[in-house]
């Protein structure tokens, strides 16, 4: 059978050149400031939702909040700058819950961080509240802000330290100091525990922090340091870069893939094909999803930067313990579930006689591999940075 390699080709994202509010144009800032501080004061200065703080006694290091003002009008000007997304033809966002599918933006091949709080690590929320739908109390002056938020999503472990689920907020009451989500969490809900809220206008503080407005197809972004020196990528692509369906002897070979809202490579049946060498990065599902067949493989790749697994293998013969041959070898596979913290590993092997070897693992917020399979053959990685966030993740 001859074996058919495609190689040396760069595949990358659908780029969106984005036009900045304020690049290039220092006459029309997002924010006209025409105050100024006096001795004793904070004078504040909004757009939309979005608040900044200068004054006297500031410093402009600082983020511009009340509590850490600017110094001076200065380094408060043009911090975040807009985009209109509909000007330039980019209309389908994705919906803001369904983070695998929606719109993500890059800055120099990084992704940047959907705006929200705490910035880093997860906060403290309080009891539940009784009635028709799940409640719970905020113990943080913060949660202040969110009265008039829209399309707010939190992502906490509601109930247990090994599950995590992101579910969309309906209403802030200020007054009673009371969040209410959208649906109970599958694992059930005790007070007490941890969360994190984002897709926040109003909690962009820190450069590379950014919000959408997708009914006026608004982007905002407080840019990083070195912005922008390689461009601004937004994820268009609703599809893999690669899907291969009962197909043999195929070769990708050395490709450089990003920013889809999908799997980057889908392989389903077929045997031995190969993905090798490749360049897999800031996609917002898995880098590759092997699904059946027989000695389809993924060797030597860069898998970094993804919304779920690295790679998932599964396939053979449960029933009758065929093997199936489907292996990851040799690669480096490295911040991936970025979405979901809990039981996306880098590696996930079903099956039966599928294989895990010689793979370098680390920063991974829970799992490193994970098997639900018979027969399985996994060369532990070299243990590095392995479930930070969750717990309960066996070895």
């Not at 028709?132 to 109390?137: G, I």
């Amino acid at each position: 059978m001859k074996q058919t390699t495609i190689c040396a080709a760069l595949v990358c994202g659908i780029v969106a050149p984005v036009p900045v509010a304020g690049a290039g144009q220092p006459e029309e800032p997002v924010f006209p400031i025409r105050s100024r501080p006096v001795d004793g004061a904070a004078v504040r200065f909004t757009s939309d939702h979005t608040e900044l703080y200068v004054a006297t006694d500031g410093n402009d290091s600082a983020p511009g909040t009340k509590e850490q003002p600017f110094a001076s009008l200065e380094a408060a000007r043009g911090k975040v700058l807009q985009a209109n997304l509909k000007a330039l033809g980019i209309t389908e966002y994705g919906k803001p819950e369904d983070l695998k599918r929606s719109l993500e933006l890059f800055c120099n091949d990084k992704r940047m961080q959907l705006a929200r709080w705490p910035n880093k690590g997860f906060a403290a929320y309080g009891e539940e509240v009784e009635g028709p739908h799940l409640r719970f109390k905020y113990v943080d002056n913060r949660s202040d802000r969110w009265g008039q938020a829209e399309d707010i999503l939190v992502n906490g472990f509601w109930r247990v330290d090994w599950v995590d689920e992101i579910i969309p907020v309906t209403g802030v009451d200020t007054e009673k100091r009371e969040i209410t989500l959208e649906r109970n969490p599958g694992c059930g809900f005790s007070g007490g525990g941890r969360f994190y809220a984002f897709n926040l206008l109003e909690e962009i503080d820190v450069p590379g922090e950014w919000y959408l407005d997708g009914e006026r197809g608004i982007l905002y972004l407080w840019p990083p340091d070195d912005f922008p020196s390689r461009g601004v990528l937004v994820s268009l692509l609703q599809s893999p870069f690669v899907s291969m369906e009962q197909t043999s002897f195929v070769t990708i070979r050395g490709l450089a893939m990003q920013a889809a809202r999908a799997t980057a490579v889908d392989v389903a049946g077929g045997t031995h094909n190969l993905i090798a060498g490749c360049t897999i990065r800031n996609v917002s599902s898995s880098g590759v999803d092997i699904d059946g067949g027989t000695g389809n493989g993924v060797l030597g790749c860069n898998i970094h930067d993804v919304g779920l697994e690295g790679v998932e293998l599964s396939g053979g013969n449960r029933s009758r313990l065929i093997p199936a041959g489907n292996y990851v070898e040799n690669c480096h596979i490295h911040h991936f579930a970025r979405h979901k913290k809990t039981s996306q590993p880098a590696v996930q092997i079903g099956g039966v006689g599928n294989r895990a070897a010689h793979n370098l693992i680390h920063d991974a917020p829970h799992q490193a591999i994970s098997k639900i399979t018979w027969t399985p053959r996994v060369s532990l990685p070299a243990e590095s940075s392995f479930w930070p966030t969750g717990c309960d993740v066996g070895r």
